[in-house]
Every structure is written in C-alpha cells, then in structure tokens.
C-alpha cells in the first residue's frame, strides 16, 4: 500500500471512530436532556469582505517613480498627443503628470464618471422594476429603463400575465432623439448602439444575448412581440399605460453594481446610457441625453469632483464631442481608492490580462493581474484608467488619454506605462 493510500486509510478510521463516539454520546444525552428545550441558535450571516486599498509595507519612492514614468514617455513614438495623472491614493500626492487639466477626448473612459455618478446617487443595490398593466384584453409595459431584460423575465411576466389580446409598450419614461449627439446610426448594426428606448432585451441584440452583434433599430417593440408571442396576443404596439390599471405583473433588473460590472467589463454603451438616464430621473431631470449627462456631473460636483474642463454629449464616450481632462477621471479613481462610498466602483474595473475588455491584453507584461482599469477607444483615440498595485504594495489611481495616435500601438504603450508603475 502506498503512502498516499495508507494516509486514507488512517484518516477514513479515524472518521469512522468519531462518527461512532458522536453517535454513542448522542443516545445518552436523548436519554438524560431530551425533554430540554432551547431557542435557535444565534446566528450571523458572514461579512463580504471589503475592498479596501492595498498600503505599502515599505517605504515608496514616488520621485523615482515619476522620473521613470518621463524616460517611458519620452521614449515612446506610439502614445500620438498624451495627457494623464498618477496619484498615489495612500497619500493623496500627484505622482505624474502631463497636461492633466487639459480635455482630450476620453472615449469609454467616460464611462468612469457616469458608474460614479451612478452609485453615489442611486447606491449598489438599485433596482429597476417593469410592471405590465391590464385594460380589458389589453395588456401595456410600462418600460422603466431595464435594457437588461431576458427571456427568463419574459417566461415569468408571461406566467403572469395569463392571456391576452394585444400587447402595449409605454415608452414616455425617457424623452429626446433615439441616438445622441456625435453618434454614427451605422453603429446600430455594427453592434454598438441601439435606438435609446426604455426596454430592450438583451440590450436590443439580434440573435445573441451578448457581445458586439447588430441591434435592433425597435427595441421596445421587440420586448411587446416577445411577451405577445408567450401570451397568446395577435397585436402589438406603442402607447400609454392608463394610469389606473391594475398591475398584472412585475419583473425587476440587477442591482446597480451588478448592471454596471457587466457595462465596465464589456464596455456597453447601451447600458452607461440606460445608467446615465436612470440617474437623470433620480435626479428629478428629462430623461435626455442632455438631462442625463447634466444629471452625472452635478452628482459628480456635488460630491467634491472639480468637473471644469469637462464637456459631455453622452454617458458612454462613444461620442467624439466629448471630452475630459485626465485629471477629472483620475480623481474619481482616487477617491474611489481613498474612500469607501465609491469602492464598489473599483471592483467593476476589467482586470489586466484577466477580464471584459483587458482579457487580451497584457501578455507577459508585469502588470498582467495587478491592473484594474476602463479602456477606450475610437478612432485616434486610446484610453486606459483605472488602478495598479505596485510591487511596494502601494496602489496608485492614473488615467491616460492618447489622441492622434494608432490604436494597437497606442494601447500597447498604456499597457506598457501601468506595468511602469507596478515595477515601482
């Protein structure tokens, strides 16, 4: 018998001997206790644990770090026109920087301000609820903002619902032009955007529940013919819910956190849209894209972040008529770091080389794992923000913006600069 074997072999007796005393020490206690009674054992459920910022056990040297971060950029050719910051959130200095008042356009990175917004102002664990609506043999969906709805939902408002003649979706929750400002239509069936109405499945896209597919250009109505197939309905169309109804049926969105994990990691614009909007309503503001934008700086403002310089035309980035100056996302980063109400916003951050939109990048690179940050791109345009643990243990916050430049180079450089950073 090997080792390995006989170790087994030990341990399944010994199991069986205590088992055995268990049982010998349970039959006498039922003879001598059993007539005792006891209220339930107290229990508390187990904490998650929180995110908290890593602190350096050794001393830093944030004056070499900076230095090394000039050689990197002024040996760089693929970074086109760059502007950043690096923090150093433990203590709050400004390790680097290179025109970071300055706007340049962000792209996703933009994303960056309107999760911030989103959880300052709703909190993680917000919820959209739809309700569906009964008039006679009328049904109507009171779209209100989940871009996340599925067939599952469907299935149930469907079980709900019971029969029904036609179905309506009431879309007046949100207002204004179905695409934003600086926006390209053919970016519908590109699989970048969709038509912004209050209620799509799967965020508006055709044949697939994820990814960068075509959308829809009738996303409400795509969620009334999927509930008319499942109820029997012939009819479908767009219209008010009467204010008296009696609600028939009730389906809710994940919370906030989960929502805007899933809009960080795949960069979805469609979703920092529904995000942004939802957060305008909160605020009492249109459901536009200018309310909501409005909406994500005021909280922003509101919070303590020096929004000047700012100039947003949506929530998402995919707007070339936006543009932020690094030191505005890379603040958020650093409070988000430094203080517990925006530390759910770090966790939703792809992870380099691990996750969402960094899953592919990275390589060999030594901040392959200790990278958690929000890319952009469009066209002559990189980003990378987000946070970076040194090999110190010291976590730094930074945000670069490169315009003017080609992407797969230019992403490779940014990369290459965080990694920077961890080797310090």
Not at 11 to 37: I, K, R
Request: no cysteine; aromatic share 4%.
């Amino acid at each position: 018998m090997s080792g390995k074997k006989l170790w087994w072999a030990v341990s399944a007796g010994v199991v069986a001997l205590a088992t055995g005393s268990v049982a010998t020490v349970g039959v006498l206690a039922q003879q001598h206790y059993g007539d005792l009674t006891h209220a339930p054992a107290f229990a508390i459920e187990e904490p998650e644990p929180p995110l908290v910022p890593a602190q350096a056990e050794v001393p830093v040297d944030n004056v070499a770090l900076a230095r090394a971060l000039d050689r990197f950029v002024e040996g760089s050719e693929d970074l086109g026109t760059l502007h950043g910051q690096v923090t150093d959130t433990v203590t709050g200095e400004t390790v680097w920087e290179l025109n970071a008042d300055a706007s340049l356009q962000p792209a996703s990175a933009t994303k960056i301000l309107t999760g911030a917004a989103a959880i300052l102002a709703l909190g993680p664990d917000d919820v959209l609820t739809t309700e569906v609506v009964r008039s006679g043999g009328t049904v109507v969906i009171r779209a209100s903002g989940d871009v996340w709805l599925t067939s599952g939902q469907l299935d149930d408002l469907a079980e709900q619902v019971g029969q029904a003649e036609q179905v309506i979706i009431d879309t007046s929750l949100w207002a204004g032009e179905p695409l934003m400002p600086g926006w390209d239509p053919q970016d519908i069936d590109a699989g970048y955007i969709a038509p912004l109405e209050p209620a799509m499945l799967y965020g508006a896209r055709i044949g697939d529940t994820e990814g960068d597919v075509p959308r829809s250009h009738t996303p409400a109505l795509d969620v009334a013919r999927a509930l008319a197939d499942r109820v029997g309905a012939e009819t479908v169309g767009l219209g008010p819910a009467p204010a008296d109804a009696e609600v028939v049926a009730t389906t809710g969105s994940p919370e906030l956190i989960d929502r805007l994990t899933e809009m960080m990691l795949h960069s979805d614009n469609v979703m920092a849209e529904a995000i942004g909007h939802e957060v305008a309503l909160h605020r009492g503001l249109p459901a536009t894209a200018q309310g909501a934008t409005q909406a994500t700086l005021d909280v922003l403002g509101e919070h303590g972040i020096d929004i000047s310089g700012v100039s947003l035309a949506d929530n998402s980035g995919l707007s070339t008529l936006n543009l932020i100056p690094p030191r505005v996302l890379d603040d958020v980063l650093h409070d988000a770091a430094a203080h517990p109400p925006l530390r759910p916003l770090l966790a939703t951050l792809p992870v380099a080389g691990g996750s969402g939109t960094l899953t592919d990048r990275y390589d060999d690179m030594s901040g392959r794992g200790w990278v958690r940050a929000k890319t952009g791109t469009l066209t002559a345009t990189s980003a990378l923000a987000g946070v970076v643990t040194a090999d110190s243990g010291r976590v730094y916050s930074f945000t670069l913006l490169s315009n003017g430049s080609e992407i797969l180079p230019a992403r490779v450089a940014l990369d290459e600069f965080a990694s920077v950073i961890r080797d310090s």
